[in-house]
């Protein structure tokens, strides 16, 4: 035990000991009181005071009362601390890794408890902050330690900025909530330094405060370790959890039989970290209807030699049924293990759909034969007086096309639906045209975006082609050597994906690529502009829809989720992020069908849940406490207050006693 | 009925109720002594005189009268021989009353107490014809009413008991000291006072004890003294001599104030008994009938 103040007690004593004796001595103010005779009363307290060896102790017991009051109160003053952590003030900040590693639930053994791992964690850090040094009463050179808590996995959210106030801190540890995604330190330990840092100095400035040591509460399994540049002595690892055994879904894909649609396969791959094979079922379901289970036995994990790192025990598991409607897929390995979220995968399973095209031209034989190639199931050609005649309020609602396509040709109107323009682009979608060029090579273009997959476009000449100023949020996919030569933009609910020139003013529909740009690119807008189909995500990734409403109010519901209501922009682009639990999400958009998201961990590294005990930073190793955190710098004074009050209590039913008859 | 009478029943009712005086009519002394009075009364003693009660005979001598010579002896023997008779005289009841200060505290006060019983006493004597002497004292005696006889002073004593105020120091031995000095006569002696004096009572007391007197003490103490009903740091004043004493008061304290009070009122008894005198201790907080009525005619003070 350790006194913080033990002048402040002391000078308190100087003065408030003598002064209580001097009370003692001066109170006693007599009450004047009649009575017949004194006769009887002298020779009682005569008795008294002859036949009581400790009447002079029992006079003076309320002294005795008072003066340890009063001993009890002068030592709460010196502050007494039990396990004094001394030194100046510190600046702390808890990382608490919320990743899908850290729900694994650990049973004790001793007391048959099963606990979560981020609530182990959360206690821990918990203890931490209480024990935190506060400031010493009446000392003004002393500072107390202030702490910051940061929450993470594959994002870092600030819970707490540093404060010295226990009970906020503890309210943002409370707060922390499990998620399911990957964990990853790097932001975290970004924001940490960027709030460390003091207002006004430079980064890599010398400065006079020091600097803040991270406290990290996690299981270890952290995937960029490697980019953390963090030194041994600014990180503390406390190491939670202690099973590793774990059944996981790492893998799973549905998809349509390119010749049959209406037959599924279904792919997945189950992994066992245990170290004994586990033999377990593994269940399908279609919309939460059992189609079939299959039991497999999976071969434990192995330790590769060079790199002591652990690898699964896998076994791929294939489905195979027969399904022409649309539906949510699910596979499900059905053995009890430590951790929940990476039980399941879920995949959606569209219908098998087919495209209806409108070719609006006055004659390009090119054009057509490319789309006619194309599986497309309707494709009609109509000339821009046929288009202009269509019932615009028609096309835009019921919308019977999926794709129009414009080749050379400027309509009147241009209802809500997803274009494919070649040549001059239409005006009103923030596209200018100052003019033509000539002679242009195709220098620049994006393989990898899904309308430009396998499309080469090295040897594309044009002769002739519309220079385009295009806005800023258009997405450029391929440019000639002066001016964007294909650029994908959306505009009042529409995708237009223009190509800058006539194709019939170029060598491309000689090329291979332009049938398969054609393929491509109809596909692309046809099935809801490519982004839109991705709908199988992976934890933390966010659910878009284009092409809606800016008026509109949508509502999704999913895992911890029921009824939220989220807006499109002015765009018409919904961006929903909050994707952190696995299942299933659905948006309701008014007046459309309901569409399916499905979120999914299947993440090899984050189902490993066998504990990291020894953090390799880049450069260096850092080990895990080998001890949980203890309690530290615990105050006594409450202790003593509550002593010196029951003292108080205690004096005054002495005092009852002694004067009630 | 008279009409003075009248004043004096009027006067006396503010200290005996009616029908408490009726109840009293019933009533009159017992001496447990055989002793000498002044005048000629209802009650036997030592003297030989002339009565219905035959005593002794004695021989004739010359200048005896001649109608008490019993004539029968005097046939068979022929010797003057002359009858003796028992001489029957008034009882002479003297009551001692304190009124000094500190018979004027508690509630009811033991002034009020000891002047209804006074009067109840007084009463008794009066119209039995006894010859009644009352004395109040403090500092010595202060007021004296002696040889009343008879229903005709009634009126005085009520008068004299009424105008008589609680004041000054309780002297007890110089008060016994004019008692004695006064030759007040034998008979019975009845004391009231709380006997609560600083001074010793041993040799004042021894005064009042004789052949001569039936002595009673009777000692009256407020229920204010009996169990004190006080508490905190206190200043304890004396009423009379604004003697002071401090105390803090506590169960102890207590338990030794009624232990010392047990053994000063037994201290009395013992005295009393001894020497053939009767002790009674009186609350004032009891009723003065009561005492009056049971307990004085069980001790046979009373018939």
Redesign the interface.
Known sequence: MEWLTPLTAVYAALITVPLLLLLYFLK??????????????????H??QV??PFQKL??NILLLVQLLMLLAILLALAWPILSLVTGPGQRYVLLIDRSASMNATETDSQNNKSTNRLDTAKEQAKVFIESMRSKALFSLKDKSDQTMVIAFDNHAKVMCNFTSDKRQLISAIDAVTPGHDRSSLSEAVVVANAFAQPAGTEANSQSTVESAKLILFSDGRIRDLNQLTVGSDDLSFHCIGESGSNIAVTAMQARRLFENPNQVEVFATVANYGRTPVTCDVQLSLDNNVRSVRSVTIPPAKTDNGTESLSPGKIAVNFSLSETRAGVLEVRQLHADSLACDDAAWSILYAPESLSVLLVTSGNIMLESALKACPIARLEVCSLAQFDAMDNSVMGVEQPFDVIVLDNCLPAQLPKCRYLIFGQPPEGIDVSMPGQLENQVMVDWRPKHSILKYVKLDNIYAAKCFQLNLPRDAEVLAEFNETPALALVRRNGSVFLLVGFDVLETNWPFEPSFVLFCYNATNFLGLQTGQNRQINLRVGDPIIVEGLNPDITAKINGPGLAGMEVKPNSAGIIRFVNTSEVGVYSLNVPDQPLRFFAVNLLNEQESNIRPVRELVLSGQNISAQESNISRANLPLWPYLVCFALILAFLEWLIYT????? | MSPKMTTSRKRLTDLLDPEFMNRLDSLDFLSRKIMQGKLQGERRSKRRGQSVEFADHRPYVAGDDLRFVDWNIYGRLEQLFLKLFVEEQDLTVHIVADISS??S??EPS?ELFIKKLTAALGYVSLVNNNRLNISLFSDGIIGQLSNMRGRNYLHKMADFLLTADCDGLSHFEKTCKQLSAGRIGSGINIVLS?F???ENYDSALRRLIGKYYDLYVIQVL?AQ?LS?????????????DT????????????K??K???NA?CNELKDFCTRRGAVYVLANSADSVESLVLNYLRRIRLLR
Request: avoid cysteine; glycine fraction near 2%; charged fraction near 30%.
């Open positions: 006693l103010k007599r009450r004047e009181h009649i009575v017949s005779s004194t006769l009887l009363w002298k020779r009682a307290v008795d008294l036949n009581a029992r006079r006693y002694k004067v009630q008859i | 500190s018979m505290f508690g033991k709380d609560l004096f600083k407020s003294e004190p009903d006080i508490s905190g740091e206190l200043k304890l004043v004396d009423i009379e003697d002071i004493a401090e105390i803090t008061v506590s169960t102890a304290l207590t030794y104030y232990r010392n009070l000063y």
